[in-house]
């Protein structure tokens, strides 16, 4: 069974930095990894989907690469923004299975 | 455009109640589901559909049921209310793998 983790839960950073938010998943056969950003009280929002014969997602300032061999997804959030802050989740599917779901990162950006 | 509208945002039962978590999408999916999210545990999913008349068994399936019976709705109902489904439910709809949510529904049970 698949399982995601996200370390760490929460992080804070000043306006403008450049950060990493990290993703784990236990089996190597996952089919592909979606990042989603969620606002307090709200849903999830689809951020970006790496399909399996892809290696990474670009949209905007946000990078999403996947590594399957080691069991990793990373989102790279460019030149960061007090609207950036929100909790950022990870979710990886195996073919046929539904998406499994971390725990999230709950990201502050200080202006 | 719409997307997934679920009803109520918040709800207050107490136990052994009976309810009925609305979600409705008007963007033609087949893929439906409904998830509950608590702290620290991520989105746990709780059945979902692929399509009209078919539903299915997620991880945490007990205490809940649903039905589809047409593409657009797809209620989720709690039997009879525990303090352990305190939670914030959301309901999905997918298409082409990429999820779409609901605003979700806080209940509370007493």
């Known amino acids: 069974k698949q399982e995601v983790t996200q370390i760490p839960a929460a992080l804070s950073v000043p306006e403008g930095e450049n950060l990493v938010l990290n993703c784990s998943f236990t089996?190597?056969?996952?089919?592909?990894l979606q990042w989603f950003r969620q606002d307090p009280g709200k849903g999830l929002t689809s951020l970006l989907l790496?399909?399996?014969?892809?290696r990474e997602q670009t949209s905007g300032r946000l990078n999403a690469s996947l590594d399957k061999s080691s069991g990793r997804s990373t989102l790279y959030i460019a030149a960061s923004q007090p609207g950036d802050s929100a909790t950022y989740l990870c979710?990886?599917?195996?073919?046929?299975?539904?998406?499994?779901f971390g725990p999230g990162t709950r990201l502050s950006v200080l202006p | 455009n719409a997307g997934v509208t679920q009803t109520p945002k918040f709800q207050v039962l107490k136990t052994g109640q009976s309810m009925t978590l609305q979600c409705a999408q008007d963007m033609n999916h087949e893929y439906m589901s409904w998830y509950r999210q608590d702290p620290g545990m991520g989105l746990r999913l709780i059945h979902y559909?692929?399509?009209?008349?078919?539903?299915d068994q997620g991880e945490v399936p007990n205490g809940y049921n649903v039905s589809r019976s047409t593409t657009e709705d797809f209620p989720l109902r709690l039997l009879s209310a525990a303090p352990s489904q305190t939670s914030v439910y959301f309901c999905?709809?997918?298409?082409?793998?990429?999820?779409?949510f609901g605003q979700g529904t806080r209940l509370t049970v007493v």
């Open positions: 790496i399909q399996s014969s892809q």
């Open positions: 979710a990886g599917g195996n073919y046929g299975q539904n998406f499994v």
């Open positions: 559909s692929v399509g009209a008349g078919i539903t």
């Open positions: 999905a709809s997918s298409y082409s793998e990429v999820d779409f």
């Open positions: 089996d190597s056969a996952i089919y592909n």
